[in-house]
């Protein structure tokens, strides 16, 4: 069984800044591109940056130049780093990886369970 995990959301004023985990468990044999989502309440889920396996990233542009995302491929485990947060940023934020298992012939989409961030204004 693989899953990912996201850590790292709460509660923080505008202008703050938080960066969020997510981390990959199970029997893994390699990870290809990983992605940040959120969705606030009352819309659609949109991607926030995705980060390929050779490390290339690309964000949406209500994040650029305040968003980092990151990943270290030795501990299986994805960053978004989240600087001058504002209100709008408030969405429940989900990690996103394609995988593939040891044997598995393509790769599959595996989604976290989210984590919470609230910018208060």
């Known amino acids: 069984q693989v899953q990912l995990v996201e850590s790292g959301g709460g509660l923080v004023q505008a202008g703050g800044s938080l960066r969020l985990s997510c981390a990959a468990s199970?029997?893994?044999?390699?990870?290809?591109?990983m992605a940040w989502y959120r969705q606030a309440p009352g819309k659609q889920r949109e991607l926030v940056a995705a980060?390929?396996?050779?490390?290339?990233?690309n964000y949406v542009d209500s994040v650029k130049g305040r968003f980092t995302i990151s990943r270290d491929n030795r501990k299986n485990t994805m960053y978004l780093q989240m600087n001058s947060l504002k209100p709008e940023d408030t969405a429940v934020y989900y990690c996103?990886?394609?995988?593939?298992?040891?044997?598995?012939?393509?790769?599959?989409?595996?989604w976290g369970q989210g984590t919470l961030v609230t910018v208060s204004s």
């Open positions: 980060i390929s396996s050779g490390d290339s990233a």
């Open positions: 996103n990886a394609e995988i593939k298992l040891p044997g598995g012939l393509q790769y599959l989409e595996v």
């Open positions: 199970g029997r893994i044999f390699s990870i290809n591109a």
